[in-house]
């Protein structure tokens, strides 16, 4: 019977893996290809920006400057079409105001080492993923021999997913020389998210059940809730280089987070209540919540290269980044504590099934930006750069637990706007548009045909998702 139990929650768990912008690492306006966010590059372009993504162009900074940069409105759409079954599609949208970037610079006067410095705080909300859908209908579900006819059937489920990181910067950037500079950038990191999966199917045996009094419902249920919050911290290391008045390239190496402390939480419930399988009725429940857990959360080491050429009336950018692979690794592990009940303190393994996963591949993105200068008090911005997944999809090694992420496909970036030059100020605004989709999106349950041999999950195939993004940026840079 243990197997059989053990087997169960194989069955529950491994559907119900959560496989949505968290799985890509250029989804953030500020990054290597956010042409358009102030300082947000790795070779020169002129930017009257503060906070420079490679800290060596921070030399290029003439006075002391302060940077307050956001979205004051953000639209996202998530759609998975018939994501538990046909006309079940999965949605989840919203709307939200985010402060993204606050920065202030201060160059150093030094006869032998002149070199400036500057701090900001970066906001990056990753994701904010929630989705609810149910099926109530008549519906034939149980074996006929003991429930003959359509039964009534209610199948729910809800998931969500949130992530927030916030980080603080100190860098400082020095010339080596007329043609080199270099800096150096030491952030400090909070990542915090939090993991939902909730879902019930029901069905009413009708009166000829085998015992209609004591057991007129099947069921079959999981939630599963995990968050953690963890604090770490990573340097990126910067070079740029004037190859000519016209050509500049950058490069920076940004090292993997060194954790410094994080604790997470997980909460789990299955059960199994009246389900007959090959004529043996089974009943099972599994109970847990364990506070005070290790996060183990990591995010890799990347190399960007950055090239500017500069002309009369404006600039020509390109950029790319690699990001090294992660191996399969437990963001939060479950302590080995009394899972299924009653406890005979020999099912503690299961709890392997609870712990919150990622595994990572290599990702190679590239961006292209150019500015075009109407007049001096007018600068026009545009760029586009892909932001492909590192979701390793079917070929992760992933076999028991919880993934990290929800979406698993490739997007892409495109970002318009202007920038009006003022004596004292700059205003940038423009519109930021994100696109992605898959065919192939794994379904977590599908509720077209519950029944016994699949635990009334139904069986499981691959549905269509989509996300759009959209969002008005908005950035002011004071020069005092």
């Not at 892909?386 to 090694?397: A, I, L, M, N, P």
Request: aromatic letters at 10%; charged letters at 15%.
């Amino acid at each position: 019977m243990r197997n059989l139990y053990l087997s169960l929650i194989v069955v529950l768990a491994l559907p119900a893996q959560l496989s949505a912008q968290d799985a890509n690492y250029w989804s953030s306006s500020y990054g290597p290809a956010g042409f358009f966010m102030p300082g947000s590059v790795i070779a020169q372009n002129r930017d009257t920006g503060v906070m420079f993504y490679n800290p060596a162009l921070l030399v290029n900074t003439q006075g002391s400057t302060t940077s307050l940069s956001g979205t004051i409105y953000q639209w996202q759409s998530i759609l998975f079409k018939n994501g538990l079954g046909t006309g079940l599609n999965l949605r989840s949208s919203g709307t939200s105001i985010v402060p993204m970037v606050a920065s202030h610079a201060v160059p150093i006067i030094k006869k032998r080492l002149p070199f400036t410095l500057a701090y900001a705080i970066v906001h990056t909300p990753i994701i904010d993923y929630s989705v609810t859908q149910q099926k109530d209908v008549l519906q034939d579900v149980l074996d006929n021999s003991y429930s003959p006819g359509t039964e009534t059937y209610i199948g729910q489920y809800k998931a969500a997913n949130r992530i927030d990181q916030t980080s603080l910067q100190l860098a400082a950037g020095m010339r080596l020389g007329k043609k080199i500079a270099v800096g150096v950038t030491a952030e400090g990191i909070l990542q915090k998210q939090s993991v939902t999966v909730d879902f019930t199917s029901r069905t009413m045996m009708n009166p000829a059940g085998p015992d209609t009094i004591l057991a007129p419902i099947t069921t079959v249920s999981e939630d599963y809730t995990a968050s953690y919050r963890q604090m770490g911290v990573r340097a990126k290391v910067g070079m740029a280089w004037e190859l000519s008045d016209n050509h500049h390239a950058g490069l920076l190496v940004t090292t993997p987070v060194l954790r410094l402390g994080g604790k997470g939480t997980v909460v789990s419930n299955l059960e199994v209540s009246n389900l007959y399988l090959a004529g043996t009725g089974i009943n099972l429940l599994a109970s847990t919540r364990q506070t005070g857990l290790r996060s183990g959360w990591k995010n890799p080491l990347s190399i960007a290269l950055g090239y500017t050429y500069l002309h009369k009336r404006g600039q020509i950018y390109i950029v790319a980044e690699y990001f090294a692979p992660v191996k399969a690794y437990d963001v939060l592990t479950p302590k080995p504590a009394a899972f299924i009940r009653p406890d005979t303190g020999s099912n503690n393994a299961s709890a392997g099934f609870l712990r919150l996963s990622d595994e990572r591949r290599g990702v190679l993105n590239a961006g292209v930006g150019a500015s075009y200068r109407m007049s001096n008090a007018v600068m026009l911005f545009a760029s586009l750069r892909t932001d492909f997944t590192y979701d390793k999809g079917e070929g992760r090694s992933l076999t028991e637990g919880y993934n990290i992420n929800v979406t698993d496909w490739n997007l892409y970036h495109a970002q318009v706007g202007v920038n009006l030059r003022h004596r004292r100020y700059n205003i940038r605004t423009g519109l930021m548009l994100a696109y992605g989709s898959t065919n192939d999106y794994p379904q977590s349950i599908n509720l077209d045909h519950p029944d016994e041999s699949n635990f009334l999950l139904g069986d499981a195939g691959l549905s269509k998702g989509r996300t759009l993004h959209a969002g008005l940026l908005v950035s002011y840079i004071h020069n005092f």
